[in-house]
Nanobody
Framework: QPQLVESGGGLVQPGGPLRLSCTAS????????IGWFRQAQGKERGGVSC????????KYADSVTGRFTISRDNAKSTVYLQMNILRPEDTAVYYC???????????????????WGQGTQVTVSS
């Protein structure tokens, strides 16, 4: 069954880095735009970043611009989210998803296919 699996979460101190991975299983990722999303406790899930199929387009939420970097390695069917200068407000469960429309759309964050995985928990705390 085609799915994306998130990994790499954990507990990190404020200001520290963390790298998340999103790996495709059961399908070829290289034709898909992929997005990272997050959901903090008690809040709605929102878009963090997206990347186009060949990696030429990358977009970020205002709250993470300059701190997070999205990248992909299609040979490994994996999309990464490098998170630097983490803040307590970055604490959330992080999910990746195939986008049903292009990452360059301003509304990319509403284009997740919707077959959410389990996500990976990121906790930023001292």
């Amino acid at each position: 069954q085609p799915q994306l699996v998130e990994s790499g979460g954990g507990l990190v101190q404020p200001g520290g880095p963390l790298r998340l991975s999103c790996t495709a299983s059961g399908f070829t990722m290289d034709a898909s735009d992929i997005g990272w999303f997050r959901q903090a406790q008690g809040k709605e899930r929102g878009g963090v970043s997206c990347i186009s199929d060949a990696g030429r387009t990358r977009k970020y939420a205002d709250s993470v611009t300059g701190r997070f970097t999205i990248s992909r390695d299609n040979a490994k069917s994996t999309v990464y989210l490098q998170m630097n200068i983490l803040r307590p407000e970055d604490t959330a469960v992080y999910y990746c998803a195939v986008l049903v429309g292009p990452c360059w759309y301003d509304t990319w964050a509403s284009l997740a296919r919707g077959d959410w995985g389990q996500g990976t928990q990121v906790t930023v705390s001292s």
